[in-house]
């Protein structure tokens, strides 16, 4: 079919749609299907593919993409969904099944992975063959999906995958629920949410057509868009209490805390956005934008930043860029939008040097929530050493306690002191009516007094507004501040009275740890392990650590002795060699094993080598 001046529709598993270059008779193809479309070229009169853009990973999308690879084709991918392509050997492999309530239809992939040239940039126009293409989020039908916009012959056109479908209904609901049926008005409708939000975004760009992967072309695109939102809208609303306004959300996802310092109120964890009088923004944070509810599941195909808000900044705040981000700490609802910033905005990342290592190195780290890559860090910043960012003087605080690695941020906007907490507690303490919660959680690295710490910290700084992860920003006052500190001693004197009396591993239990957490080898390569060892005793001590790796395996040297002061730690260096010879294996385990001061603690810290 001739959709229009050297665009065609090659009919699959999946609507194919070729682009063709006519002088040099090439083509660039949208989706790919059973690829049986490489039979027919001359149909197009092209003799050759150069490139395939792919909307999602779908099977009917990509099941014949090997033919492609195979002809020396580029393979271009959604970034959320690259490894659900190139590596869907381990999705497949580890991909839970029992006891299952991710319902994503993320076992619709491939059978086999196929390697691929690259992901395709979002936010950002490309040369692919001879045509400039720009690509879009488009979450809905999954997580990952993606839309490409072009114009051919003056018309501007669409390929939105299965966002829509021919007159303005949906190829599957069953794709768009991504999460298991729960207690949350939106859960197992993040994906009807998220198609409402994409289809209303597609028609931002002014596309004359729209071309599906299932349907007729859509040549009114916004009567389809109507349609098809107002019955989802219909639909995720006899989920809900209230109706859902989604205008709201894309046009509005800004809240004024004061004149300078923005509120996102569509991010999964709270970013704020302080504003120069340059022109200029600096962020606190940024995760998930633009949520509609996370997707069941933890690999990396259920996660997706997104940049909907910074165009609102432009549009409503007159901010032409976003300058720099900061960190309150590393987890993924917190962090997950920098390396978008950074390739879409310039943006760069500012972190306090005891979480800049986390994000820069995330495999050395046995943490929960990491982001799944690096976050490079631009500038290191020293606690307790004030920043300047524009006319912002900004103090950078450690702030110990939801995390270990986690900072605050103390300034004046707007004539009003200001003290950034991230996730260390909830900000919705009501006397006699609601309790304040101190967000403790073990494996992120907490001690028995570290809110005492920040409570001490707040009392010293006395600012007027606190603005936290997943709350309100909240009006503080001295009985705030009090109980704060009364909360925090309560809480460390629970922990000394439970713990055993004698020996003190710290409120999470362990005495020794290994770095890195997660290594890759080649069979005859090394690797170096450092093992940090807490000496529990309130005397010195002497602390024996051996290494235990797979048979066959060394680990020089195989003892180290170490002396450790009362209640202090120490750090046992070790060289880890993988034998020539060694097949390849993912995630083998190797240990310490503890004693200290005569105490036999057993492998009490373990590590992952993968051998490739």
């Not at 009114?220 to 809208?233: G, K, N």
């Not at 631009?378 to 110990?400: A, K």
């Not at 020089?556 to 880890?576: K, N, S, T, W, Y």
């Amino acid at each position: 079919m001739r959709i229009c001046d050297d665009v065609f529709l090659h009919e699959d598993t999946c609507h194919v749609y070729v682009l063709r270059d006519r002088g040099r008779r090439e083509a660039v193809l949208v989706d790919f299907g059973s690829g049986d479309v490489l039979d027919r070229l001359a149909d197009f009169e092209v003799d050759r593919v150069t490139d395939v853009l792919v909307t999602h990973h779908h099977r009917d999308q990509v099941q014949g993409l090997a033919r492609a690879a195979a002809a020396g084709i580029r393979i271009w991918v959604p970034p959320v969904e690259h490894d659900l392509i190139a590596r869907v050997d381990e999705h497949w492999r580890t991909r839970p099944l029992d006891n299952d309530y991710d319902v994503r239809q993320d076992r619709y992939s491939l059978l086999e992975q196929v390697p691929v040239t690259g992901t395709v940039g979002e936010y950002r126009t490309a040369r692919y063959g001879a045509f400039d293409i720009y690509t879009h989020p488009l979450p809905g039908h999954t997580v990952g999906s993606v839309g490409y916009f072009t114009d051919v012959a003056g018309r501007r056109i669409a390929f939105t995958g299965d966002l829509i479908h021919g007159e303005g209904r949906v190829w599957s609901l069953a794709a768009t629920q991504w999460a298991y049926t729960g207690f949350h008005e939106t859960a197992g409708m993040e994906g009807v949410a998220a198609t409402v939000l994409s289809c209303m975004q597609v028609l931002e760009h002014g596309p004359e057509l729209l071309l599906p992967s299932h349907g007729e072309p859509v040549t009114d695109p916004p009567a389809a868009v109507t349609r098809a939102c107002r019955a989802l809208r219909q639909l995720l609303d006899t989920r809900r209490r209230t109706p859902w306004d989604p205008e709201e959300k894309l046009r509005r996802p800004w809240n004024q805390v004061t004149p300078h310092l923005l509120r996102n109120t569509t991010s999964m964890a709270n970013s704020y956005a302080l504003l120069s009088e340059h022109g200029t923004a600096l962020l606190l944070d940024f995760g998930y934008d633009l949520t509609t509810g996370l997707a069941g599941g933890h690999d990396r195909s259920s996660r997706r930043p997104l940049l909907a808000s910074i165009e609102a900044l432009r549009r409503d705040h007159g901010i032409d860029r976003v300058e720099v981000a900061l960190p309150t700490h590393y987890h993924d609802d917190h962090v997950a939008g920098f390396n978008l910033l950074r390739e879409v905005h310039g943006t760069q990342v500012w972190s306090p040097s005891h979480i800049a290592p986390v994000l820069n190195s995330p495999e050395r780290w046995d943490l929960p929530c990491l982001w799944y890559d690096p976050i490079p860090v631009d500038r290191e910043l020293t606690c307790g050493r004030p920043v300047r960012w524009r006319e912002y003087e900004i103090g950078v605080h450690e702030l110990p306690g939801h995390t270990l690695y986690a900072a605050a941020y103390s300034f004046t906007a707007d004539g009003r002191s200001v003290i950034a907490t991230g996730d260390q507690q909830s900000t919705e303490w009501e006397p006699g009516i609601r309790p304040e919660l101190l967000n403790y959680q073990y494996r992120n690295r907490f001690r028995v007094d570290d809110f005492v710490r920040s409570a001490e910290l707040y009392r010293k700084l006395r600012p007027e507004l606190m603005i936290s992860g997943h709350w309100a920003p909240f009006e503080v006052g001295d009985d705030y501040l009090d109980m704060l500190l009364a909360e925090g001693e309560k809480l460390a004197r629970l922990h000394r009275e439970l713990l055993p009396r004698d020996l003190d591993f710290g409120a999470e239990g362990f005495a020794a740890r290994i770095a890195p957490y997660r290594s890759v080898l080649t069979a005859g390569g090394r690797t170096g392990l450092s093992v940090g060892v807490r000496n529990p005793f309130p005397t010195e001590e002497t602390a024996e650590v051996m290494m235990c790796v797979p048979d066959g395996w060394e680990a020089e040297p195989p003892v180290v002795r170490l002396e450790i002061g009362a209640h202090g730690e120490g750090v046992a260096d070790f060289q880890l060699h993988v034998p020539a010879g060694t097949g390849p294996a993912e995630r083998l385990r190797v240990a310490v094993d503890v004693t200290v001061g005569g105490m036999r603690l057993g492998q009490q810290a373990e590590a992952l080598v993968s051998v490739r």
